[in-house]
């Protein structure tokens, strides 16, 4: 066991503290273990000394300096703060949206880069079956995948909820009200949610039974991006915990 483990609490207390104040986690990350390892030099020559445990851990600590002043010296500088910290709406509820909708144009445009000898290798109804099972991942998988990312990613910062679920929310409207189907030489997706936004759209009728549908599916793929980023917490926590 580290050293500095028992006198953890101290510098957790650090972590919180740099960590609300927009200081990006990898910066706090580095910072805390270079603290760390002079805690744990500053420790082992005051026990060398012949110091008891309580009084040499005092000592280490009082070499580090307080709380107020190894903070400060992070907050002095303001280019260790995360830009996610300074732009939370954009970051955070603009962000995923756009890279959501972004990712089957980046792939379409990949695709017509191909020669178009390798793109005929692949017989219609193959291509049709694997479109189908892209289209699938990318309406109910991905979007469940994007919230527990933006969840994560707010919760390393401590930033607070409301952009982060207004992101995700954003995906999982889009996503859940899309069906995605197949016909003999045809794929398709249709948008219950479109027809109300844009009513000269050619993405069908308006509906509110599908619509409806559509807000539910994407209430359950926010509540599972929430429970995959309590998971990622709790394993995390669990490796902290049993960290040597």
């Known amino acids: 066991m580290s050293p500095h483990r028992s006198d953890g609490y101290r510098f957790d207390s650090l972590r919180e503290r740099l960590l609300r104040a927009g200081v990006g986690p990898r910066h706090v990350r580095r910072y805390l273990r270079e603290l760390g390892d002079h805690y744990d030099d500053a420790l082992r020559e005051d026990l060398a000394r012949g110091g ?10 009082a070499r580090l300096g307080t709380e107020d002043s190894l903070a400060r010296s992070m907050l002095e500088r303001p280019e260790l703060r995360s830009t996610a910290a300074r732009f939370p709406a ?3 509820g603009l962000a995923p949206a756009l890279g959501w909708v972004g990712a089957p144009i980046a792939i379409a445009a990949a695709l017509s880069l191909l020669p178009e000898a390798l793109r005929r ?15 699938i991942v990318y309406s109910r998988l991905l979007p469940v995948l994007v919230g527990a990312v933006v969840f994560t990613a707010a919760a390393d910062r ?3 909820g409301l ?3 207004a992101g995700a929310a954003a995906v999982d409207l889009l996503a859940g009200t899309l069906t995605v189907y197949a016909l003999p030489g045809e ?12 009513p000269f ?3 069908g009728p308006k509906d509110l039974v599908a619509l409806g549908f559509g807000v539910l599916k994407a209430a359950c793929m926010l509540a599972l ?11 995390r926590r669990n490796d902290l915990a049993h960290a040597p």
């Open 90 to 92: 954009l970051f955070f």
């Open 163 to 165: 952009w982060p679920i």
């Open 225 to 235: 991006g929430l429970a995959a980023q309590r998971l990622v917490q709790r394993f």
């Open 52 to 61: 008891d445990v309580a009084r040499s851990r005092e000592a280490a600590w």
């Open 121 to 135: 290798a692949v017989p219609p109804a193959e291509a049709a079956s694997i479109l189908y099972a892209l289209a």
């Open 187 to 198: 794929l398709g997706v249709t948008s219950s949610l479109l027809p109300w936004l844009a």
């Open 201 to 203: 759209s050619a993405f």
């Open 158 to 160: 401590r930033l607070g």
